[in-house]
């Protein structure tokens, strides 16, 4: 992790033209050791406020009521963090596909889980940063440049190799 999938997504989440385009919006985080019910239970409560009688539905009742409940309407959903391909299978029958610009975005670890969940080519495939962009996106953050005052550069290229690539380590 580290290398910046879930920032990346909350950008996109939380652009004011995006929310716009959409009805429905929802943000789940799956964790490892995932619930298939907090996970419909979460959505569902994005959707419409989650009453006392639906945390007594079976998992299979609720996977209809957010299908119905999804049915017809624009939305968009972010899985943050998902370790394994069943938790994408346990849900994925929950997600209408009305053809009306519905989109589901995950996010996840394993490059091996996308090629299960989607086309190849609607992926995107983060990388660590090279020491050059490290160093830009550090001067960025320090000094509101891309280019380090150079009797800093050498503490700062000692710092772009400690953080190793990763950018959230600023």
């Not at 419909?40 to 639906?54: A, Y």
């Not at 209408?96 to 610009?101: E, H, I, T, Y």
Request: proline fraction near 3%.
């Amino acid at each position: 992790g580290g290398v910046g999938k879930t920032a990346l997504s909350r950008v996109v989440y939380d652009d004011p033209s995006i929310g716009d385009h959409f009805y429905i919006h929802a943000w789940i985080v799956v964790f490892q050791g995932y619930d298939v019910r907090k996970i419909l239970l979460g959505i569902l409560n994005s959707v419409s406020h989650c009453t006392n009688e639906m945390y007594e539905k079976s998992n299979e009742q609720l996977a209809e009521q957010l299908y119905r409940s999804l049915e017809g309407r624009r939305y968009l959903i972010v899985l943050d963090d998902i370790w394994d391909v069943e938790a994408w299978n346990d849900v994925r029958r929950s997600f209408p596909d009305d053809n009306n610009g519905s989109r589901i975005i995950f996010t996840s670890r394993y490059t091996s889980i996308s090629s299960h969940v989607y086309n190849r080519n609607l992926t995107l495939d983060m990388h660590l940063l090279s020491i050059d962009q490290s160093l830009k996106l550090l001067s960025l953050k320090v000094f509101g440049t891309e280019s380090f005052p150079p009797e800093l550069e050498n503490v700062g290229r000692q710092i772009a190799v400690k953080c190793q690539g990763l950018p959230l380590a600023w």
